[in-house]
């Protein structure tokens, strides 16, 4: 028992766990304004629908869509920012720097569209997952490379010199994961991201998907971030959205009940039995 309680410490401890729980925290005011937002939109009450349908309310309808984009469609990147942020601190490293590195490393390998965009889908809870471990990456790598610096006079200010000081580790950073995500893009025709969700899609499709055994493994999962003080739910999602769920299930699940009376999904995207 007391090596199980040392090896928890131990978990608890770790700057990485520590670092995702405080961002996925720091943001909650933010993701819940967001929320709230996005459910008075869309609560299934004909009297709120009909008074939303007014001039006015076609207004706080737009409002809220407006608070909707800033944060919870940005989540990823909120994400991205506090995360890097945190572990920048817990390495002694400028903080908004580390911050700064990971949002743009992330960027640099989000799936762009046709007009040379990104796509919002990647920006928010759906790309929760590769914005950590590329967060976490870029972190590293600035970690790594913070020995680089160019020193200039101590006349100078003190945020030239800091800049000065960060040039080489930030821009290394940024160009080292945009470069890998080029090279694997040219050879596989895939980023980082896409080959992220990839994996995971592989991951959950051997664990049977959406059937019971996917599901346990899914529960498990978000029970094991909770464990750690971070949002299952949240993280899960994300690799359920782009892994798993982008098909209509219950009409999958009705077209097998009336067939063969076995249902292949026991869950959807929000873990729910269906």
């Given amino acids: 028992m007391e090596n199980v309680l040392q090896t928890a410490d131990r978990l608890f401890q770790n700057r990485y766990i520590i ?8 943001t909650l005011p933010v993701i819940i304004l967001g ?7 869309n609560i299934p009450i004909n009297i709120v629908q009909a008074g939303l349908s007014t001039p006015v309310g076609q207004v706080i309808r737009a409002v809220n869509g407006a608070i909707w984009l800033g944060s919870t469609a940005v989540m990823a990147i909120l994400i991205a920012w506090t995360l890097g ?3 920048g601190n817990a390495y002694k490293l400028n903080g908004t720097l580390s911050a700064l590195t990971s949002v743009s ?11 040379g965009g990104i796509s919002l889908s990647r920006l928010g809870s759906s790309g929760l997952f590769g914005a950590i471990l590329i967060a976490i990456l870029a972190t590293e790598l600035h970690h790594a490379l913070s020995n680089l610096k160019i020193n200039i006079s101590e006349d100078t200010a003190e945020e030239v010199q800091q800049m000065f000081a960060a040039l080489l580790p930030v821009m290394l950073s940024v160009f080292c994961i945009a470069l890998t995500n080029g090279i694997i893009l040219m ?8 080959w992220i969700y990839t994996a995971l899609s592989f991951l959950f499709s051997a664990a049977q998907g959406g059937g019971l055994v996917g599901t346990l493994f899914l529960i498990f999962g978000i029970h094991i971030f ?34 063969v009376e076995m249902i292949p999904f026991l869950s959807d995207r929000r873990i729910k039995i269906v």
């Fill in 19 to 26: 670092s995702i729980k405080k961002a996925f925290t720091i």
């Fill in 35 to 41: 929320s709230i937002a996005s459910l008075i939109n």
């Fill in 85 to 87: 942020y945190y572990l």
């Fill in 105 to 115: 490393a992330y960027l640099a390998i989000c799936v762009t569209i046709s007009d």
């Fill in 187 to 194: 050879t596989s025709g895939k980023g980082i991201d896409e």
């Fill in 226 to 259: 909770w464990f750690f003080g971070i949002h299952g739910g949240n993280v899960m999602d994300s690799i359920m959205v782009s892994a798993i769920w982008e098909e209509d299930i219950l009409s999958i699940n009705y077209t097998f009940y009336r067939t």
